[in-house]
């Protein structure tokens, strides 16, 4: 498949591709250019080029065409879920919900394109002052391979909604529905340039959005380290850089939880994406009254689950999306037995047979009691590894679930509101759900505290991070 820039499907300069490998095959599905600093420079021409228009176009209007895209986006759902698929690996219902979920968002911005706004401030004999909010120019995008579909969406929605013109860089191993919904974008009506995806490595093409001089915002999601690296790279520039980067979510189930659905929360919030979602459940702190029971029960459905090529209907889990992180998983769950930090319930290893030999797939994993300072606690586990922590009270539960560098969200699943309440105002997270975990509708701002990052993503205040605030004063 080709990149885009201008509007127009193109190769790199350089001439070179990289292969868009089936994680479920380990396949060669397709292959991608391997854009670097001359194919963002491209980019970064076509969106300036762009910005004039695309700014004068009345937000109404835009909002219009992110609305036909939704549409066909959501029409062409069955071919962008099954590309989807095969790059990334997840179960053929989860890409629909994904794909499904990008023209949700894009929906909800177009919805609010009549409330981009400013102020007017009355200063007495002073005058009046007036406050628009202009849109910042060419931005810069960075998403990674866990969630691309949807990533996308929130970044793609509010950015282009408020006037921006965009340079995205896919991760290079899910670069393919990302160069099919840029298409439907342009096709919708997004003038050509407006929209530009480069594809290629965090290193090359990564690195020249983020200390390309003529792009004055990136906003990344991704790991914490590369978050880091990023905002370092980018500071001599005075860039603005918003990260959206790991997680490590506790969820607390309380000792009148219910417990047929805090399983499934546990369940779902876990495995769904094979454990690869940045607000995944990743610890889950039990009330020792309950704790044999849920985790008995758990452990039955989690033995249950039924892992394989996410093309096939049956499949409740597919496979991790490439090798190294399938490296990284295995090697994390090896320091926890080799140091005795943990009891492995079920799983605990890759998968084999003639069903996953091929492909990277790593068994569902249940630990039980792991002791607090295990590293498994410590750092992001990014694959379908689940520990399990009994917990004697309330204090204990938010102290444990607080004990860690990440704050993205945090689950709480009881009947009882004080607990509810007690759990929403201590936990350290951006987001707290009682009695689910994981959805993130349009509608609401998304983003972590601590080591989580720095900016909201989603919501109409996601708006205000792609505009500035410009200033006019009048004297009368
Ligand atoms: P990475 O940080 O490795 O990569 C993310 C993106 O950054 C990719 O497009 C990658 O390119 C690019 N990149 C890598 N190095 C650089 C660099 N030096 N300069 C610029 N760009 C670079 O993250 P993963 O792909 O491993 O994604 C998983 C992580 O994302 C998890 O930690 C997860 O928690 C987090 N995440 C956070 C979310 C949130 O909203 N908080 C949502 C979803 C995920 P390439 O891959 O092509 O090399």
């Not at 529905?177 to 407006?194: D, F």
């Not at 090697?331 to 030999?357: F, K, N, T």
Request: hydrophobic share 45%.
């Amino acid at each position: 498949m080709l990149m885009r820039i201008g509007g127009q499907e193109t190769e790199a300069a350089g001439g070179t591709w990289l292969d868009v490998i089936n994680p479920a095959t380990g396949e060669v599905l397709d292959r991608a250019p391997a854009g670097e600093r001359e194919d963002v420079d491209a980019a970064v021409a076509a969106a300036e080029h762009a910005a004039a228009g695309w700014e004068k176009v009345s937000p109404r209007e835009r909002g219009k065409i992110l609305f036909h895209a939704a549409g066909a986006i959501r029409e062409a759902r069955g071919d962008l879920a099954r590309t989807l698929t095969r790059e990334q690996g997840k179960p053929l219902a989860e890409a629909v919900d994904e794909v499904r979920g990008c023209a949700n968002v894009l929906e909800f911005y177009a919805s609010v394109s009549g409330c981009l706004s400013g102020d007017f401030i009355r200063l007495g004999a002073a005058g009046d002052g007036i406050v628009v909010r202009e849109p910042l120019g060419v931005c810069g995008a960075i998403i990674p391979w866990n969630m691309p579909v949807i990533l996308m969406g929130w970044k793609a929605g509010p950015a282009l909604l408020a006037g921006n013109t965009l340079v995205l860089k896919p991760s290079s191993t899910t670069p393919l529905t990302t160069l099919a919904i840029a298409a439907i974008l342009e096709r919708a009506g997004l003038p050509p340039g407006v929209l530009n995806i480069v594809t290629g490595t965090g290193d090359a093409a990564g690195q020249a959005i983020v200390t390309h001089p003529g792009i004055h915002k990136v906003s990344f999601t991704g790991n914490t380290a590369t978050g880091i690296a990023v905002r370092r790279a980018a500071a001599p520039l005075l860039k603005e850089v918003t990260v959206e980067l790991g997680g490590s979510d506790p969820m607390i189930v309380w000792k009148d939880a219910d417990l047929p659905k805090a399983v499934e929360g546990a369940v779902h919030g876990r495995f769904y994406n094979a454990g690869q979602v940045c607000n995944a459940v990743k610890r889950v702190y039990v009330h020792e009254e309950i704790a044999p029971r849920f985790t008995g029960e758990l452990l039955a459905r989690v033995r249950s689950l039924r892992v394989g090529d996410g093309l096939s209907p049956s499949v409740e889990m597919g496979p991790l999306q490439n090798r190294a992180q399938l490296d990284r998983v295995e090697a994390q769950v090896a320091r926890l037995r080799e140091r005795g930090e943990g009891r492995i319930l079920a799983g605990g290893s890759r998968l084999r047979g003639p069903e996953h030999d091929r492909g990277f797939f790593y068994a569902p994993t249940l630990v039980a009691d792991p002791d607090p300072d295990a590293a498994i606690l410590g750092e992001e586990v990014f694959g379908p590894v689940l520990p399990v922590m009994a917990v004697p009270d309330l204090d204990t539960a938010i102290a444990e679930a607080n004990r860690s560098r990440y704050g993205l969200g945090a689950s709480v699943w009881t009947r009882d509101l004080g607990v509810a309440r007690a759990v929403f105002d201590r936990a350290r997270a951006g987001v707290v759900w009682v009695n689910r975990h994981l959805t993130v509708p349009p509608e609401i701002p998304f983003g972590g505290v601590k080591e989580s990052g720095l900016g909201r993503e989603n919501g109409v205040q996601a708006i205000a991070g792609w505009t500035r605030a410009k200033s006019l004063l009048l004297g009368w």
